[in-house]
């Protein structure tokens, strides 16, 4: 059933533990499971993620290998990019991707030009947002051959707008996603490097706290990552 899972938050306190969540409606910290496993390969169901890497090696191998394993479960995975029409990309990023033509004509594997949906966010319209969720839904749950429901979304919409310092509309999308949850989840990559610098610094709580976990381009959660920006 969508929706039905309760979202998964971080408790960043000074007095939490790397590791500790909170449950949303349940002001009790637990400790979640499975901290030391890598996210990409099992993200929880109905999770936004925050993906913090260092460079484009680092971040082509962390979304291939999240697309792949939701591939390998028999799991729609989208990949909603703004590099999709630069002809370099389109060279690589199939190569990257496990039976690409083959999951791409199955409906396995889906391509989203990011472009409108950019030029809408920055004026505040997220209906197209709306309207692809909805249509990745219905067509998950209309494929009889899928044994598997969940949606796998990566995309690069806030972080681009986050490099051109539309703070506003980042965090607006990114509000989008933890208000939007889907039996999935969300992988929203963002540069480690942009994080400490003026005026993205002034935003990073809003950032932060838009998503249920953080974690590094290998998976691995990193809940202290607010104190070493500070």
């Given amino acids: 059933m969508l929706f039905s899972n309760p979202h998964v938050y971080y408790n960043m306190d000074s ?7 909170l449950e949303k409606g349940n002001p009790s910290p637990t400790l979640y ?10 993200p929880p169901t109905g999770s936004h993620i925050i993906l913090i890497y260092e460079n484009q090696y680092d971040l082509d ?19 909603v990019s703004v590099s999709l029409t630069n002809r370099g990309y389109l060279d690589t990023f199939p190569s990257q991707i496990t039976n690409y033509q083959e999951n791409l004509e199955k409906g396995n594997l889906k391509l989203v030009d990011l ?26 749950e209309q494929d009889k051959n899928r044994v598997n429901n969940c949606i796998r979304i990566t995309g690069d919409c806030s972080m681009l707008l986050l490099k051109n310092k539309h703070l506003d509309p980042c965090i607006l999308v990114e509000e989008w996603c933890s208000q939007n949850p889907l039996e999935g989840s969300y992988l929203c990559p963002h ?40």
Wanted: charged share 20%; proline share 5%.
């Fill in 15 to 21: 007095s939490s533990k790397p590791g500790e969540i």
């Fill in 33 to 42: 499971q499975k901290s030391n496993e890598n996210v990409l390969l099992d």
């Fill in 61 to 79: 191998n962390a979304i291939s290998t999240y697309i792949n394993e939701g591939l390998k479960r028999g799991q729609m995975c989208v990949h």
């Fill in 115 to 140: 472009a409108p949906y950019y030029v809408d966010a920055m004026v505040g319209n997220l209906e197209s947002f709306d309207k692809l969720k909805n249509e990745l839904i219905s067509g998950a």
């Fill in 191 to 230: 540069p480690g490097s942009l994080l400490s610098q003026f005026p993205i610094k002034a935003y990073i709580s809003k950032l932060f706290h838009s998503h249920d976990i953080i974690i590094d381009s290998n998976g691995k959660l990193i809940p202290e990552y607010i104190q070493k920006i500070k």
